[in-house]
């Protein structure tokens, strides 16, 4: 959406604070290290002495994938370094939080940080620049998938992160309910919902999606772009408060009755759950988070009975990367922690064993994954065209004021036009207070 590498104004400490709010469900690494010889090392040979003592605690999201990736390699790093590691992993919705109020306090409890790159205009100048780092080992744009490298750990043309994880939303779909159905792929988000009727009957339903806000958004904005229209004019003014936003409002407003009971308050893992156990016959969800499971017999109802297409609608980006704030006393072996966490053979590692979607462009050619993961063509496809949303440093308030407002309309009735007018209002406001410097590109 918007090419941010040239950057917008940095947000101002007082502004930080205004974003952060009392973290919770913070969850430390323990019982599920698992044993360096259970997988090969994925960690390179260092001089034990150089980093010996030293401690490092790591920052994920917990998902189950990113953050029990780090688990993985926690104790083959601490095997080759003589460093110890301790994972934490916040839910997404308390991981910004946690994050910021660190950074903004200086209070130094991490040294190696997962940021998602809607963050990265806000928590850059926090942040360690690592182009000297990578330019040292090699690490450089021709491993990546272009649009990600330029997009994620980048601001003001300062690499401060290296991309670990990125994602294109898709529907996963049960193809033998679809045949029974005689239904096809949705290739407009109206057939998703004709098929949706079709779908619900004998306890499953025909529509799912992640209910609550941050991941609501999602679902609305894919049905908003495959109007073809952009979220904002070129000075970044709002330019959805249109038919096609009123329409995208009563697309989900449309599927509602296919969906299960209680849907609009599920998060990530209950969506997850819901596609397992064969609840739903289609839904709305990041494939990273569910592709290794739903081919997983003993955490999968739908083995075989399943396949994965990108949205009808341009998907909105789930892009990660790993920095390194600037309170770290650690930062050599942070350092290390990053490179080994992003290195290839650790992207191919934790694609096959956790479903993540490397960054590395090579993982999606490669004749193992594509075996297993045979819709990876059309999710990389969907990757390169999706859209990132802002990475501004108003990020984050502008989207609470989506969110919050997206549930009023699409579960609780309030005029669609009415509510995107209102966000409207709120957003020129944020922007009024600190303009950014570059045009909106989408």
Known sequence: MNDETNGGNAISRRGLLKTTGAAAGAVAAGGLLRSAKASPVGVPYFQRGRFAGGKLTVLYMQSGTYDEAARLLA????????????????????????????????????????????????????????????????????????????????????????????????????????????????????????????????????????????????????????????????????????????????????????????????????????????????????????????????????????????FPGPSELSVWSVGIPQTSQQKDLAWEWIKSYTSPDNAKRFALQFGIGSPQLATWSDPELTSKYPEYPQILAAIEAGKPIWRIPQFQAAWDVLQKELEKTVYQNADPKTTLQGIADEWNKLLDQNPPTAPYVE
């Open 75 to 310: 104790p083959e790093f601490e095997k080759a370094t003589g460093a110890t590691v301790e994972v934490v992993a916040f839910p997404y919705q308390n991981l910004h939080d946690n994050a910021a109020n660190d950074l903004i306090t200086q209070t130094g409890a991490y040294d190696v940080m997962e940021v998602a790159f809607q963050w990265d205009g806000e928590f850059a100048p926090y942040l360690t620049p690592l182009d000297d780092y990578a330019k040292k080992d090699g690490i450089s744009a021709d491993a990546f998938i272009p649009n990600i490298w330029k997009l994620s750990g980048n601001w003001q043309d300062k690499r401060n992160g290296i991309p670990n994880a990125n994602d294109a939303m898709g529907i996963l779909y049960r193809t033998d309910l679809y045949k029974t159905a005689e239904v096809t792929v949705p290739k407009t988000w109206q057939a998703y919902n004709d098929n949706a009727k079709k779908l619900t009957a004998n306890g499953v339903y025909g529509a799912s999606w992640v209910g609550i806000g941050e991941q609501l958004q999602s679902s609305w904005l894919s049905r908003y772009w495959e109007s073809g229209q952009p979220l904002c004019d070129k000075n970044w003014r709002p330019a959805f408060v249109n038919d096609a936003g009123v329409h995208a409002i009563q697309l989900l407003r449309d599927a509602l009755p296919y969906t299960p009971p209680g849907m609009p308050g599920w998060d990530i893992p209950t969506d997850s759950n819901a596609v397992l156990t064969g609840e739903v016959a289609q839904a709305e969800l990041w494939p990273s988070f569910i592709r290794a499971d739903a081919r997983n017999p003993s955490k999968s109802k739908i083995v075989d009975k399943w396949a994965l297409t990108p």
